[in-house]
């Protein structure tokens, strides 16, 4: 072993409690590759070397070391997880479709104040509001809705 391997298992020993389990598990900052990869040639272990130094990063944090990297199974999870909101969106938005004129008020300032995004917009959580726009209007709200698009309109946010 290499006097810069040993330097830089010192300094893991020193900085992770497992640092056989730091080298072989996925890093962030290595791109999700393990330390250990890195280990294979000299110029992986100046940037590891560089790295447990503190040269680039904070020294590690807990979520540094129970980084799990990302998966396809996590990315699908939320994509669904995404798509089923999206598909609860829609169903809102055909609702809407021939409710009356209070509805088609609501909606046509949504589009003069945010053009083609009017509509999505109805449907985001409002901190203001502390709701939907579109919860409100069905609620029989829309004058609320309609007051917070006057100010968004005219840049008044609060």
Same mark, same amino acid.
């Given at each position: 072993?290499?006097?810069?391997?040993?330097?830089?298992?010192?300094?893991?020993?020193?900085? +992770?409690?497992?640092?056989?389990?730091?080298?072989?598990?996925?890093?962030?900052?290595?791109?999700?590759?393990?330390?250990?990869?890195?280990?294979?040639?000299?110029?992986?272990?100046?940037?590891?070397?560089?790295?447990?130094?503190?040269?680039?990063?904070?020294?590690?944090?807990?979520?540094?070391?129970?980084?799990?990297?990302?998966?396809?199974?996590?990315?699908?999870?939320?994509?669904?997880?995404?798509?089923?909101?999206?598909?609860?969106?829609?169903?809102?938005?055909?609702?809407?479709?021939?409710?009356?004129?209070?509805?088609?008020?609501?909606?046509?300032?949504?589009?003069?104040?945010?053009?083609?995004?009017?509509?999505?917009?109805?449907?985001?959580?409002?901190?203001?509001?502390?709701?939907?726009?579109?919860?409100?209007?069905?609620?029989?709200?829309?004058?609320?809705?309609?007051?917070?698009?006057?100010?968004?309109?005219?840049?008044? +946010?609060?």
């Amino acid at each position: 072993m290499t006097q810069m391997a040993d330097e830089i298992r010192a300094h893991i020993a020193d900085l +992770y409690d497992d640092p056989e389990d730091f080298l072989r598990r996925p890093h962030p900052w290595f791109g999700g590759r393990s330390p250990g990869e890195f280990m294979a040639t000299e110029a992986g272990q100046f940037a590891l070397l560089k790295f447990l130094r503190g040269g680039d990063h904070m020294p590690p944090t807990e979520p540094d070391r129970d980084f799990k990297p990302y998966t396809t199974a996590t990315a699908d999870h939320a994509i669904d997880q995404a798509i089923a909101r999206l598909e609860g969106q829609i169903e809102q938005l055909r609702s809407l479709k021939g409710s009356g004129p209070e509805i088609a008020t609501v909606v046509g300032r949504a589009r003069e104040v945010y053009g083609e995004e009017g509509v999505p917009w109805l449907l985001e959580y409002n901190q203001v509001l502390q709701t939907t726009p579109l919860d409100l209007v069905l609620q029989g709200k829309a004058e609320r809705v309609l007051t917070q698009l006057g100010r968004i309109e005219h840049g008044v +946010y609060a």
